[in-house]
């Protein structure tokens, strides 16, 4: 049970970093990316192959996957970026389906459907730190709390604000001067450098990666949890993703027979995602906002 | 023209005209309602498997069953439409987007509670040799109707959509919802028989999809992300450009792994890649300029 709660924990923690991530490119820039889930998978895979083929630390790891996935951004926003709205949700779709498949089938680097094995646990000053232990209790939530407060500075900056308009009124935005391309260009890019350290996160929790790390299910529940949040708001994010866990672990404590708990959940997502939609189209959590509007 | 081409060339034809009837009901329905169906994947299991039910389990003729799950899904289409997307309507598209998306998950896992997760199966697959232009191409008989019905059926659904007064009323909704509405038009009936028409078309492919492959819950899925991507290679709410993309598709896959230009492990790719190379060409899509005002 204890080792049950911990796991959990640690789980939620990185779905807070990616869905924080996925906030600000989706829920605070209004770009509808569902390929989102590629930049964590290419961090993950970056990790996991860094360390098991060039013995790079969990540390390191977390900076270099940073910047392959905000670099693979910046090519992917000069590709998808000039396509707006229900082309882009498409087009990043296909991306992500793409991702899946090379994934797959380029065997010399990701090892294809058997996967990388054998990452290294995080290590701090000469000491393993192991999954079990409570030290990675306070590393992996550490560094998703570091990553959040610097998300919180930039959704508050100026360029927070400039991102706000851009989902708001984009000719109006553009109006005053502002230069969108630029703006929506490193909205991605800075969210796929935190999506990728939550990947690095991953792939030394579970040390061990494979292509269904690209899935569709994937990419569905990032987009319920911050859209069960608030698109758009900060702690909306966190609390969508804390409720989206929780609510996904109900069926198993229910005692459904095993082989439709994964059905069961979809069911409870499903019903989730359609009754905040009708309720609440801002988000659960929209109450604890200031009314600006 | 050797025979391994005129044989990729047939099954090329076969998987374009099924993406084709999907895409139909995708291009149609975002054409006057303005958003993307991501459920839309899921009327085409639907069909497969209520054709099944009254096929293999209540043993009635192929006809008969096929003409009851139509209107199975007809009905669906109906009830979806007033149930979930009619309250939703005049909110930002994106709203019925990410609505879809919750549709799309809560009926596949309701697929796999009612049939589980085993793989089931209508057809015992006999295969014809047919011969077109002297060539010996395999052919099962459902791939012939598949063929068949679905050209008529896009050449109905043009001439209904240029001529007949229900056409014309759903072409008036699409290109502006509220004029039409000072002129006493109702959304509410458009979006009816969009729905109707668009869930009624994804279920006959959803009955050949099933002699063409196993049923599963997920079969639809594959099935509609290839429809999205042909529906934007022709320009979103193009009916021809719609057409046009699944068969480019349909081929491309066919051929490109048939005759091993691509690995077949890459074959899930290829309709996306093709999508986002035509994106980054002519992002409007084949048929962007002449049908821009369709819908904006």
Same mark, same amino acid.
């Given at each position: 049970?204890?080792s049950y709660?911990?796991s959990?924990?640690?789980i ?6 990616l869905v ?5 490119s989706? @829920?605070l ?6 390929g989102h889930i590629?930049?964590?998978?290419i ?10 083929r ?18 693979f ?7 998808t970026?000039r396509?707006s ?5 498409i087009a990043?779709?296909?991306?992500a389906m793409i991702?899946?498949v090379?994934a ?7 090892n294809?459907?058997?996967g990388?094995?054998g ?6 000053f ?7 232990s409570?030290?990675f209790l ?5 560094v998703?709390?570091v990553?959040?407060?610097l998300?919180?500075?930039?959704f508050?900056?100026?360029?927070g604000r ?6 708001d ?8 001067g502002?230069?969108i391309?630029e ?8 969210s796929?450098a935190f999506?990728?350290i939550?990947g690095?996160l991953?792939?030394h929790?579970?040390l061990?990666?494979?292509p269904?790390i ?5 990419i569905?529940?990032i987009?319920l ?14 609390l969508g993703t804390i409720?989206?866990v ?6 198993r404590f229910? @005692?459904?027979?095993?082989n439709?708990?994964g059905?069961t ?7 989730l995602?359609?009754g ?8 659960l959590?929209t109450?604890?906002?200031k009314?600006?509007? | 023209?050797s025979e ?13 005209a ?9 291009t149609?329905?975002?054409g006057v309602a303005g958003?993307i169906?991501f ?6 299991a639907?069909?497969a498997?209520?054709?099944?039910i009254?096929?293999?389990l ?7 069953a096929?003409?009851?799950a139509v209107?199975?899904g007809?009905?669906v289409g109906?009830?979806i439409?007033?149930l979930?997307f009619?309250?939703v309507r005049?909110?930002d598209?994106m709203i ?10 809560g ?10 997760p085993n793989?089931l199966?209508?057809?015992d697959?006999?295969?014809?040799s047919?011969?077109?232009?002297g /060539? /010996?191409i395999?052919a ?10 679905s ?5 109905g659904?043009?001439l209904?959509l /240029? /001529?007949?007064k229900i056409?014309k009323?759903?072409r008036a909704?699409?290109?502006?919802r509220?004029?039409?509405?000072v002129?006493?038009?109702s ?7 969009i729905f109707?028409?668009?869930v009624?078309?994804?279920v006959?492919a ?20 290839k429809?999205f991507?042909?529906v934007?290679?022709g320009?979103?709410?193009?009916v021809?450009g ?9 081929l ?7 005759l091993?230009?691509?690995p077949?492990g890459?074959?899930a790719?290829?309709?996306?890649v093709i999508?986002?190379g035509?994106?980054?060409v002519r ?11 369709l819908?904006?």
């Amino acid at each position: 049970m204890l080792s049950y709660l911990f796991s959990l924990l640690i789980i939620t923690a990185i779905w807070v970093l990616l869905v924080q991530s996925y906030n600000l490119s989706f @829920g605070l820039t209004g770009l509808f990316n569902l390929g989102h889930i590629i930049f964590y998978g290419i961090g993950a895979y970056t990790a996991g192959i860094l360390n098991t083929r060039y013995g790079f630390g969990f540390f390191e790891n977390l900076l270099f996957s940073a910047l392959v996935a905000g670099t693979f951004a910046a090519f992917f926003g000069l590709l998808t970026l000039r396509l707006s709205g229900h082309y882009l949700a498409i087009a990043t779709l296909g991306a992500a389906m793409i991702a899946t498949v090379v994934a797959t089938n380029w065997v010399s680097l990701t090892n294809g459907p058997l996967g990388i094995r054998g990452i290294d646990e995080p290590e701090l000053f000469g000491q393993v730190i192991q999954a079990d232990s409570f030290g990675f209790l306070l590393l992996i939530p550490g560094v998703v709390v570091v990553c959040n407060i610097l998300l919180f500075r930039i959704f508050h900056s100026p360029f927070g604000r400039i991102l706000r308009s851009i989902k708001d009124d984009e000719t109006a935005s553009r109006a005053v001067g502002k230069n969108i391309f630029e703006a929506k260009m490193w909205s991605l890019v800075l969210s796929a450098a935190f999506a990728g350290i939550a990947g690095t996160l991953y792939a030394h929790y579970r040390l061990f990666l494979d292509p269904s790390i690209f899935a569709i299910p994937e990419i569905i529940l990032i987009i319920l949890m911050v859209v069960v949040g608030g698109r758009g708001n900060f702690w909306g994010a966190i609390l969508g993703t804390i409720l989206v866990v929780i609510i996904g672990e109900v069926p198993r404590f229910i @005692g459904f027979p095993n082989n439709i708990v994964g059905a069961t959940r979809n069911i409870l997502f499903s019903a989730l995602l359609i009754g905040t939609m009708f309720l609440r189209p801002n988000g659960l959590f929209t109450f604890f906002q200031k009314r600006t509007e | 023209m050797s025979e391994l081409v005129a044989q990729l060339i047939w099954n090329g034809l076969v998987t374009g005209a099924l993406i084709a009837l999907v895409a139909l009901g995708l291009t149609l329905i975002y054409g006057v309602a303005g958003f993307i169906q991501f459920a839309h994947g899921e009327m085409v299991a639907l069909g497969a498997y209520a054709f099944m039910i009254f096929h293999k389990l209540l043993h009635w003729e192929i006809l008969p069953a096929a003409l009851a799950a139509v209107t199975v899904g007809v009905v669906v289409g109906l009830i979806i439409e007033k149930l979930f997307f009619r309250p939703v309507r005049e909110h930002d598209p994106m709203i019925p987007l990410v609505l879809s998306i919750g549709l799309s998950i809560g009926l596949q896992a309701l697929i796999l509670i009612f049939f589980g997760p085993n793989i089931l199966t209508i057809s015992d697959r006999s295969f014809h040799s047919l011969s077109i232009f002297g /060539k /010996k191409i395999l052919a099962t008989p459902s791939q012939i109707w598949a063929i068949f019905l679905s050209f008529v059926l896009m050449g109905g659904l043009i001439l209904f959509l /240029k /001529k007949t007064k229900i056409g014309k009323y759903l072409r008036a909704v699409a290109s502006n919802r509220s004029v039409a509405e000072v002129f006493g038009m109702s959304t509410d009936h458009a979006m009816q028989w969009i729905f109707g028409i668009g869930v009624g078309l994804a279920v006959i492919a959803g009955i050949f999809l099933g002699f063409e492959q196993n049923l599963e819950p997920l079969m639809g899925v594959h099935m509609s992300v290839k429809a999205f991507s042909a529906v934007v290679l022709g320009a979103v709410g193009s009916v021809r450009g719609a057409i046009l993309g699944a068969f480019l598709i349909g081929l491309a896959e066919s051929l490109l792994v048939g005759l091993s230009i691509i690995p077949s492990g890459f074959s899930a790719a290829i309709p996306f890649v093709i999508l986002i190379g035509m994106l980054l060409v002519r992002p409007e899509g084949l048929f962007g300029r002449r049908f821009e005002n369709l819908r904006r």
